[in-house]
């Protein structure tokens, strides 16, 4: 097992972002909780990135940034902070890396560039956990065992287990079972997070370099933000779409739906903000 972070991330500020007020031990109880509650409050996004702006690993960036910042951040953020909470609470947490397959041909290969969590002290455990995948991320934790359907608070999900003896986690969307990503259990150290960091922040074919992304989801709907065009899902019912045509109505939809705290003064963002909404899909 590796250490996600050499320094704990407060806790106390983390529950109040989130809004936890439960029991503090390791449980399934609280697992289940700080999982839905997280992507319910913290937003996937990539406005650093599109930025120029360096993505920082540590604690003390998830606290200023996530927790008191207001902002969002994508899939180590989320899932670095996320495992370091647990282990402070006393969950044994496992880093895992995860090849993307959602929206992806068939048989395309592409590098580990995702990040997820192997969780274990709960009595029916190991468990799997994510909170940074997107437009899709999980609301609630799932158990290591292939072929169960598991029920989240949004979608059900399943882990299909290969026989190569990797996983590949599916969601059942608009009835249809659709990929996720795959993963083996092969545990990560930091060092290698930071690397794949790096590289989604610079390479010029990486598409977080290139695209503005965020989502987040409430108790009711799922918010999904592609440059300038928003999609509403709605649980159990029918989805919408919106392109967006301002930079005011870009930036009222970051800050009121995907619940993301901008500056007031920022001539970079709001150059940013104008070339997104001026993109034609």
């Known amino acids: 097992m590796h250490a996600l972070l050499a320094d704990a991330v407060d806790v106390d500020a983390y529950f109040q972002r989130i809004g936890y007020t439960g029991p503090r031990g390791a449980s399934l109880e609280t697992l289940a909780a700080l999982h839905h509650l ?3 409050a913290i937003a996937f996004e990539d406005l650093d990135p599109l930025l ?3 993505v920082i690993l540590t604690a003390a960036a998830f606290e200023r940034k996530l927790l008191h910042g207001g902002r969002g951040g994508w899939c180590y953020e989320q899932n ?3 495992g370091r909470v647990l282990q402070s609470l006393g969950f044994g947490v496992t880093g895992l890396a995860a090849r993307v397959l959602w929206n992806q041909p068939e048989g395309t290969v592409r590098a580990r560039t995702h990040m997820l969590l192997r969780v274990e002290g709960v009595a029916d455990g190991p468990y799997i956990a994510d909170v940074g995948f997107g437009g899709l991320t999980m609301t609630g934790p799932l158990r290591l065992v292939p072929d169960l359907e598991q029920p989240t608070p949004h979608e059900v999900f399943c882990l299909r287990h290969e026989p190569d003896g990797t996983y590949i986690l599916q969601a059942l969307v608009r009835d249809a079972w659709k ?5 083996d259990l092969q545990p990560q150290a930091l060092i290698d997070y930071e690397i794949w960091n790096w590289h989604l922040c610079h390479h010029p074919d990486s598409p977080f370099a290139r695209n503005l992304m965020a989502a987040r989801v409430t108790p009711e709907r799922r918010y999904g933000l592609l440059n300038n065009r928003l999609s509403i ?3 159990h019912g029918a989805s919408e779409q919106t392109t967006l045509t301002t930079s005011a109505q870009l930036r009222e939809t970051l800050t009121g739906p995907l619940n993301i ?3 007031e003064e920022d001539p970079e963002l709001d150059a940013l903000l104008e070339r997104v909404v001026s993109i034609r899909t």
Not at 179 to 183: G, K, Q, S, T, V
């Open 233 to 235: 899902h709605h649980l």
């Open 80 to 82: 670095l902070m996320l």
């Open 179 to 183: 990929p996720l990503y795959c993963f």
């Open 38 to 40: 997280q992507p319910c």
């Open 261 to 263: 705290r901008l500056p």
């Open 52 to 54: 120029q702006r360096p």
